[in-house]
């Protein structure tokens, strides 16, 4: 399983980078982590003519927290956000969510930006990222910046808006505070760090008298792509979120999913986990949720 | 496809700078294995899940099936070769791993060593939910984990200084 | 076997001689062995399941810079002999390379050649075959009928073996009993895998013509089978097996691959190597395991005692065989498990389909067929709501009636099952467990206790060869063991075949150390070749303990007698005045006259004017041995001896189930283990470990998945999943110890362990924890997805039925 051939560039800075992909177009592919690229091309399922590797580029791994926003550089590695202190208290789903993806050998050298384009309808970066409504921006030399959304970033399966001169630089995630909120991700895998057979991710506030002001939740491995639900999550909104409410909801969610066949669970069977995480994990929130204000501390 | 292309690399491995000429898709494991005869690393899957490939990069535990030699060109690379304190001695946790029959067939020992080395290096005093997650992306088919996870609680309790 | 004494290293405590090369880097695997320009090998295989091979066109790939070959099977299969099946069917053939036709996907079409393996794999692109696709069969019921599509027309049949087998009065026991219970059980194609694939190296010498070769191999009569189908002389072919092989467990038969790298080597006149990747070894390596649908009948009385039991076995072997349908031989050695059953009919059924051909696998087929018994124990004591354990004590073959014969003519040496599985109970504390098991139920989640109490036979005398084909009349298996103590007085010791992880040396070591009261580190084992080996048939069926460790003890004694005849002769004494004591000789009467060891050690090697009379010099002796109770056909009831040693072991398992889920997680696993005397507990101890693994692996997650078109679905292992440390759990092993009456020490083989009675007991667990909704699982593996499906329709189905009553 050796690797067609290619030439092989280290940038030396972002210019660098984007004015090689200008000239390259399809034919190149940069290069992060490599933890799902790599594999990839060694089953010769990839075969880009050059890779340029934008591993080591400090300007795409610089980590900028605000009240508001959380912005990462595309090229951050996983295990630095991982340990990451800064993110504990602004963005807690991203910790939860990385404490499912592979193994630490692949957190010590996967980016939250190779994740993100790699689009894998089961991976748990992408998913936070619809689920929080994260804003991805992408540059090319031709055009400069773009943003968007993630929920329109994400396509299909292993494919996203990127175009083939575009580097995905950097990603925004909205802070929602800490007091009153609470967030879960959850998964079932066969396997510990394997491909989820379905995943979901659930963020929620909650006010003093424990009505939900604000919820977001999602659903992974599913479909085509991570899915959120604005619409289901706005319903839970001004409401007391009883169970019955929590499990309506989840049930919706994923029967508005298409999820496919695979070898290790039929469609029917990713559905009925999907019901099941999503109650999980909105009911997770929601606790964890009121707990922030008896002052039990981070549970992060 | 044309005449192969070559590069240059220089890696620090095991403590010592090896420049070499290589093909860009040579991976790191196959450049310390074919290029540098270092032999201790083991391929297994090539397609990053079984972890028999592990070596420190930079101190952290990567999967060197994963990783192309050009990518670490400038960093500095540990193999199993470069664990032990000095010639022919072993170090804590390999001394550990014997006393412990923490392996049978030694193939995917090379990696559950570096996986193991990198988790006492981070935390001194794991215990055995640590341990475990620590080598749960090494697959072994000989010994059912049992001894290996062993061998680490054997090097924590000898309380020896881990190098 | 003599009195029981107190050892002194057999059964201590002791590091492995081989663990400090490993833990170092420096073990030597065949991948690692260095050899001058050397050149390396790529596959072409076939996309399809089935198709006739047109043309091949090779051109385009022989161009590319680098490329030194491109041989296809029009060549190869007629310059070699082909393979044959280990039952009689001469026209089910196989080679390196397809003849003509692909007969599953991944089959070997065209291998390539190359300075590096990158370029072999640039060229193999190349390669452009015309293929005719063919009808294809993939399921095995299916392929039984006439008119399925033929995998090999020319046998006549997709079946390869069929018979029935009758030991006792089965008929009458059946017409006798009480009550008969009818069941089906699953058993699904996995394998053990090791995480080094197969890798082989050959070189030939054309100035010596001796063609060289270093392999990841545990195979016997592998140099033989080698110089047979390249058409070389015995004594041509050198196997080294002084090569350290990265797990086997059976599968490490890369005879095909040998053959198609020997080939090379000698066409080319330069060393060639062949690693399989990953793809290669999942799709095309030939290594997958038992596929099996059981039909079992039992018949029993009211007290649960079972009388008579008719079993048929389908096995799906894939599209080529080599000893895969053996495997159906194996289990007629333990036909009736660790019961007094006393008739069975065994309808033993291999069937070839368009799939990756089976291998040898650990256990050799008992660990399905223990799971098929084991699941019936359990249904007969749900069906006469009887306790399992309890049942398991009324059929248990007792202590006092070893040697015991089951009806298909095994005597198993010695045993005392109920102990070994009240160990495994009392380690596990069962109340507690029983308790543990409720309080997990009362969460709301499923929960059950599953236990097995399975046999290992051990000591490989594959009578199953003569059984299942009576043309083969071999009855040879042997193994041996040279020692030596050279002039310096340092002991080596010679082993005739390979090691995959099983401390041989450590054994060997051991062993003469024990005999010769000798420090056992400071021996020193070597691996011989095959040209300087003495007989070996390689480390299978749990043999070497028994066969190795009896030719090195068989050995070692005889040394000791010489150096005691060396001794009478110069003290001018009769031996029974004197005695051995650590490796000097002393008079009993007085210690003070003595000869030591380097005395003695002098004398043979320098001073023939002291040797006894007509003594050969130096000090070397071998022992070569035939395995205890082997040597026999069958006899004309189709009864036979098989293998001479029984181990045994007794699973315990507490498991909870996440009904929302179907995930399970394992909260007790306790096993209990008799191999007799252990010479090297840890390694033992080591190997049970790893056995349990393996089990949960074909018991939960492992499957070699095929689509409708024959495609491997599960063909690296992101789908074909491996336990991690996440998923095994932590394991108590309790020892007992009935010696064997056969050997040496009183040892009997292990190294199966663990895996024989691992998936019974899981699967006894959790369908103890899905008699919480009424429903039964009798497929293996027990996924998540599978566990769901289960407790879903019997959810349905109880639903339907509450609604019926209302």
């Known amino acids: 399983m050796k690797a067609a051939a290619f030439d092989y560039v280290r940038a030396d800075g972002l210019d660098h980078a984007l004015d090689l992909l200008h000239q390259y177009g399809y034919e190149a592919k940069l290069l992060a982590g490599g933890q799902s690229l790599i594999p990839m091309m060694a089953m010769r399922l990839a075969r880009p003519s050059v890779l340029v590797d934008i591993h080591g580029l400090t300007e795409l791994k610089e980590l900028d927290v605000t009240a508001q926003t959380v912005s990462m550089g595309a090229s951050m590695r996983q295990r630095t956000l991982e340990y990451a202190d800064a993110l504990t208290g602004p963005l807690p789903l991203i910790k939860k969510a990385l404490k499912w993806v592979g193994h630490s050998q692949t957190r010590n050298r996967g980016t939250v930006g190779g994740s993100l384009v790699h689009a894998d309808p089961s991976a748990e970066l992408p998913l936070a990222a619809v689920v929080l409504g994260a804003r991805l921006y992408l540059k090319s030399q031709q055009n400069g910046v773009r943003d968007m959304d993630a929920s329109a970033f994400f396509q299909g399966p292993m494919f996203t808006d990127i175009q083939d001169t575009e580097c995905l630089i950097s990603v925004e995630w909205p802070v929602w505070g800490t007091r009153g909120v609470g967030s879960a991700f959850d998964e079932v895998a066969i396997r510990h760090g394997d491909f989820a057979m379905a995943s979901a991710a659930a963020q929620i506030q909650l006010d003093e008298a424990g009505v939900c002001r604000r919820a977001a939740f999602g659903l992974g491995g599913v479909d085509g792509t991570p899915r959120s639900f604005p619409e289901l999550a706005q319903r839970l909104e001004g409401e007391r979120l009883d169970d019955a409410l929590l499990t309506e909801i989840s049930r919706e969610a994923a029967m508005s999913c298409e999820p496919g066949n695979d070898l290790h669970a039929s469609a029917d069977y990713r559905r009925h986990l999907a019901t099941i995480l999503a109650g999980r994990v909105l009911r997770q929130a929601k606790q964890l949720a009121q707990s922030s204000f008896r002052g039990v501390g981070h549970e992060h | ?163 | 076997m003599s009195e029981k004494k107190a050892f002194r290293y057999i059964g201590r405590p002791r590091r492995a001689v081989e663990h400090k090369r490993f833990v170092m880097g420096q073990g030597r695997y065949a991948a690692d062995i260095p050899l001058p320009g050397l050149l390396h090998v790529a596959i072409v295989a076939s996309p399809y399941a089935h198709a006739e091979i047109r043309s091949i066109d090779v051109s385009a790939a022989l161009e590319m810079p680098g490329v030194h070959a491109v041989l296809t099977g029009e060549e190869l299969c007629s310059a070699t002999n082909a393979l044959l099946p280990g039952v009689d069917a001469p026209a089910v053939q196989r080679y390196p390379l397809a003849n003509g036709v692909a007969r599953y996907a991944g089959e070997w079409v065209a291998a390539v050649v190359a300075e590096t393996r990158a370029l072999a794999e640039d060229a193999a692109e190349l390669v452009e075959v015309d293929y005719a696709p063919l009808p294809h069969v993939v399921d095995p019921l299916l392929a039984m009928e006439g008119s399925a599509p033929q995998v090999h027309p020319k046998h006549g049949s997709n079946v390869i073996f069929q018979r029935v087998f009758t030991w006792g009065e089965v008929d009458d026991h059946f017409s006798q009993a009480a009550h008969e219970l009818s069941y089906q059980v699953r058993w699904a194609r996995s394998s053990t895998v090791p995480i080094e694939t197969f890798a082989v190296s050959a070189w030939w010498n054309g100035a010596t013509n001796m063609l060289d070769v270093w392999a990841s191999i545990q195979m016997p009569k592998y140099p033989d089978l080698l110089a047979k189908a390249l058409r070389l002389p015995g004594n041509a072919v050198r196997v080294h097996y002084d090569v350290d092989v990265g797990g086997s467990y059976g599968v490490k038969r890369g005879i095909k691959h040998t053959i198609l790298v020997a080939y090379l080597a000698k066409k080319l006149g330069r060393p060639v190597r062949f690693v399989e990747d990953r793809l290669e070894n999942m799709r095309g390596g030939d290594m997958q395991g038992p596929d099996r649908l059981f039909d079992v009948k039992l018949a029993f009385d009211s007290t649960g005692i079972i009388r008579s039991m008719r079993m048929r076995a389908v096995d799906d072997i894939g599209a080529y065989s080599g000893r895969s349908p053996l495997q159906l031989g194996k289990p007629v050695g333990a036909i009736v498990g660790p019961y007094r059953i006393q008739s069975v009919e065994y309808e033993a059924i291999s069937v070839m389909t368009n799939k990756t051909p089976q291998e040898a696998v650990r256990g050799f087929g008992q660990s399905p067929t223990n799971y098929a018994i084991e699941s019936g124990i359990d249904k007969v004591a749900r069906y006469l709501g009887l306790d399992r354990i309890e049942l398991r004590r009324r059929n248990l073959i007792a202590k006092d009636e070893f040697p015991y014969l089951i009806p298909s003519g095994t005597t198993y040496d010695s045993g005392d099952y109920e102990a070994v599985m009240d160990k495994a109970l009392a380690a596990a504390s069962i109340e507690e467990v029983l308790q543990q098991r409720d309080a997990l139920r009362a969460k709301g989640l499923l929960a059950g206790v599953g236990i097995s109490t399975c046999l290992e036979p051990s000591g490989g005398n594959s009578a199953f060869e003569p059984l299942f084909n009576p043309k083969n009349t071999t009855t040879t298996w042997m193994d041996s063991c040279l020692v030596r103590i050279d002039l310096s007085g340092a002991v080596t010791a010679l082993m005739g075949t390979s090691t995959s992880g099983q401390a041989h040396e450590t054994l060997v070591s051991t062993v003469v150390g024990e005999v010769l009261q000798r420090e056992p580190d400071d021996i020193r084992v070597l691996h011989a070749d095959s040209l300087n080996a003495l007989p070996s048939n390689s480390p299978v069926g749990s043999r070497m303990a028994i066969m190795l460790g009896g030719a090195a003890a068989g050995a070692a004694k005889k040394l000791k007698a010489k150096l005691l005849r060396i001794a009478a002769h110069n003290l001018g004494l009769p031996e029974e005045q004197i005695e051995y004591v650590d490796g000097a000789v002393v008079a009993k009467a007085d210690p003070a006259v003595r000869m030591s060891w380097e005395s003695l050690v002098d004398i043979a090697h320098r001073m023939y004017h002291k040797m006894p009379e007509g003594m050969e010099p130096g000090l070397q002796e071998k022992f070569v041995w035939e395995v205890p109770t082997g040597g026999k056909m069958p006899t004309e009831d189709d009864r036979v001896q098989m293998y001479p040693c029984h181990s045994f072991e007794s699973h315990v398992v507490l498991l909870s189930i996440d009904p929302e889920t179907g995930k399970l997680i394992f909260h007790r696993y306790v096993c209990g283990h008799d191999c007799g005397v252990m010479i090297s507990p840890d390694v033992v101890h080591g190997m049970t470990y790893g056995g349990i693994a393996h089990g949960l692996g074909a018991a939960t997650m492992e499957k070699f998945a095929f689509s409708e078109e024959g495609q491997l679905l599960a063909g690296t292992f992101m789908d074909y999943l491996l336990p991690s440390s996440m998923e095994v759990p932590s394991v108590t092993i309790v020892d007992h110890c009935t010696p064997s009456p056969l050997t040496e020490f009183g040892q009997k083989g292990s190294g199966e362990a663990g895996y024989l009675g691992g998936p019974a007991a899981i699967a006894s667990a959790v369908n103890d924890a899905l008699t919480q909704v009424g429903a039964s699982i009798d497929a293996l593996p027990m996924t998540p997805q599978a566990i769901w499906e289960t407790v879903r329709q019997a959810s349905t189905v109880n639903a339907a039925e509450t609604e019926c009553v209302e």
């Open chain 2, 1 to 163: 496809m044309s005449t192969r292309k070559f590069q240059s690399v220089a890696i620090t491995v095991n403590g010592i700078v090896r420049e070499a000429q290589v093909e860009p898709r040579t991976t790191l494991v196959d450049f310390l294995r074919d290029t540098l005869g270092l032999t201790g690393t083991h391929i297994g899957c090539e397609h990053g899940v079984c972890g028999a490939c592990s070596v420190l990069l930079d101190g952290e535990p990567v999967r060197s099936c994963c990783m192309f030699a050009v990518q670490a060109e400038g960093h500095s690379v540990t193999t199993v070769e470069g664990l032990a304190p000095e010639r022919e001695k072993l170090s804590p946790l390999q001394d550990a791993f014997c006393e412990k029959h923490a392996l049978q067939c030694g193939y995917c020992t090379p990696g559950m060593l570096i996986a193991c080395h990198a988790l006492l290096s981070e935390n001194a005093r794991p215990n055995e939910a640590q341990i475990r997650e620590a080598i749960s992306g090494n697959i072994c088919r000989c010994t059912g984990y049992q001894q290996i996870v062993d061998a680490v609680k054997h090097v924590v309790e000898q309380e020896v200084p881990h190098e």
